[in-house]
Structures are given as C-alpha cells and as structure tokens.
C-alpha cells in the first residue's frame, strides 16, 4: 500500500506522522522549542522501515526561520533520495484542523507563537479554508481584530483570556492531523512561508 510521512517542525513541536493509504501506523511528537535539526532525522528513522513512503508532506511555515528550513530541507533529502513526490501545506491550516477534529465543522481561529512577541494568526471557515491570509500581530492588535469564538494553538488560552471570551484549545503543531486538511492547502511550492519579514536587512 502507498504510504505517506507528514513532517511538521515550524513550531515549537519536532512531529512525524507515517500513513498507510489514510491509517496512522507511526508517529512521533515532542515539544522541544529548539533542537529540531538534531531531533528531526533520528524521529524519521525509528518509524517502520525508516519512515521510506511515496508521498511526503512538510510544513512551509509560518513558524521559526530555522524549523520551517530543516523541515523542508530534510522532505527535499529524502524525496530526492526514495524518488517520493512532495507537497507542502501551512502550518495554520493543520493547527485548524485540529480544532476541527475535536468540535467537528466549525470556524476556528489558529493562534501561534510568533517572534518579538507577536502571534502569527489566521481564521479558518468550518470548510478548513483560510478566510484570510495570515497574519504577524501584537497581541493587542489580534484580539481586536478577530471575534472567532473557537480559538486554538500555542497562543489560544492567552488570546481568548486577553479578548475575554472564546473557547481556546491550547495545542502544538501534530503531524498526525496531517490528511484532515483540505487538499486545495497542500500545494507543490515548498518554498518557506515565514511569516514575518526576516529580522536581518542586507546593506544598502
């Protein structure tokens, strides 16, 4: 049967998730903030046969510069090195659809650590699809501008706390919510999707 491994490391979580056709057989999630490049390929190898599949899907971001790097790095390695296709997705839309796996077709508003003290945010209809692009907030800003009453990620109990209503689910990035996406998200670009714009500039 064709198999398919989710790699997602953009976030504070290293997750790994191995597919038979749509039946999880392996995964591996740890929350580890940073150490992602020395977690990453050890994870991939403890899965059956080594984690070999068809089909490889990554996380492009937005997340950390350097997880959404490794992550795509490593799924362009092992789909050069087992002849795999890959696709990519962004991280938000599976921080929604674990929403949408624990109340069912809903809205949901993804809420993720971003950097300098900003939340990378983005509001998804009950379909899973983006309302909007996402976007790189203060916090003070985001709870102005989105009154989604189901909010979730890393940043969802702080949010609905801050607004002062909501429900919030306070999860990482799972690998293993990976298919629950709708398939218009996952696209052939593989390029990262940062987020924000890098901290360094280039002289003029």
């Known amino acids: 049967m064709p198999r398919t491994l989710a790699i997602d490391c953009a976030t504070e979580a290293c997750s790994v998730a191995l597919f038979e056709e749509h039946r999880l057989i392996a995964f591996d999630h740890k929350v580890l903030g940073r150490g992602h490049a020395e977690r990453l390929v050890p994870m991939i190898a403890a899965l059956p046969e080594k984690g070999q599949a068809d089909d490889i899907l990554v996380s492009r971001g937005p ?23 890959i696709k990519a997705y962004p991280t938000l839309a599976l921080v ?26 983005q509001e998804f209809g009950k379909d899973g699809l ?10 003070k800003e985001a709870v102005a ?16 706390e801050l607004r002062g209503s909501g429900t919030a689910i306070v999860t990482t990035a799972d690998a293993r919510k990976v298919l629950s996406i709708p398939r218009e998200l996952f696209s052939d670009d593989i390029s990262p999707l940062y987020g924000r714009a890098p901290d360094a500039k280039l002289p003029k």
């Open 130 to 139: 983006p309302v909007a692009d996402h976007a790189a907030l203060i916090p």
């Open 63 to 85: 997340g950390s510069f350097t997880g959404v790097r490794i992550g795509i790095a490593t799924a362009r390695a092992l789909a050069f090195a087992w002849g795999a296709a």
């Open 145 to 160: 501008a989105f009154q989604t009453e189901l909010v979730v990620g890393t940043q969802s109990e702080a949010f609905t």
């Open 96 to 121: 929604a659809a674990l929403a949408r796996a624990e109340k069912g077709d809903v809205p949901a508003l993804a809420c993720m650590t971003g950097g300098h003290g900003e939340w990378f945010i």
